[in-house]
């Protein structure tokens, strides 16, 4: 099952890999930025299996894990790299050595060199789709870097340029200014529609990449048991876009609603994760959900979707009248 990368042409597969988690712990001050500890020789044997399933598309950042994403990612694809489209994002500055968050920079000289960090840490010579990290950045600055983009298409070090954003205005803003912009990389879920960024990407002809597509874990249905996450999660923190966990446990509200989208996927024979994949895909024909992943059995469970395909029609409606009635019951 595969999908053009927006107005670039670049194929991909379906599914894409989200590789936040890999990067393993990340912090500025109290702050945690990353997933908790991980295993590399893990991580490095989900990348290769996902590879094997089909999967070809991977997205990182600079910034995950202060560049250890990047590195984990690089290694594990070694001599395959150009079987897959890789897919970064700059804009959040950090200290590879200690893996200290620092702060943002967006500016010219930063997406240049930041770049450059990220080719050395992937092991490659150019990066597929290079991804404004800084969602909240004013539009005039973001157009600012629109010429310094397309120069480095011209040089070959990037194929294509998006947005990580959940504002609509902003995307389209930068996909007008600029030739080889070709996604927007914005939350999404069956929890969680964005109907104007779709309503945008299917217009302007850009791939609209799903980040938190499993709504950070919780459609998975493993929190249902009251677990909480370790203290250096991200889902442990309270930040205020952090709505499906809290106090490292799966939110109630959110809980119930998974529950019955549990049960209503299961009647088409997938499990919650597929469910909500497949309901992306019916969603539009420019989705592309990156789900995290630190094992190989999230691999294997994430890209067994991709044989079951979008829902059909009727499951699809069933799912939506069935979200209506939950969105009427919360507001009673």
Known sequence: MKRTLGRSGIEVSALGMGCWAIGGPYAGGTNQYGWGRVDDDESTRSVRQALELGVTFFDTASSYGAGHSEVVLGRALGADRDRVVIATKWGFTFDERTREALGTDSSVA??????????????TDHVDLYQLHLGDL???????LVAPLEDLVTAGKIRAYGW????????????DAGPHCTAVQHDMSVLADRPAMIELCERA????????????????GKYADGRTVPRDDVRSQSYDWMTYFRDGAGAPEWLARVEVLREVFATGGRTPTQGALAWLWARSGATVPIPGFRTVAQVEQNAAALAQGPLRPDEFAAVEELLADLRVASVA
């Open 110 to 123: 930063y997406l240049r060199s930041c770049l450059d960090g990220s080719l050395r840490r992937l092991g």
């Open 205 to 220: 002809g850009l791939a609209s990449i799903n980040r938190g597509p499993l709504a950070m874990g919780l459609l998975s």
């Open 164 to 175: 990580s954003t959940d504002d609509p205005e902003r995307a389209a803003a930068f996909a």
């Open 138 to 144: 004013p539009v005039a600055e973001a157009l600012d």
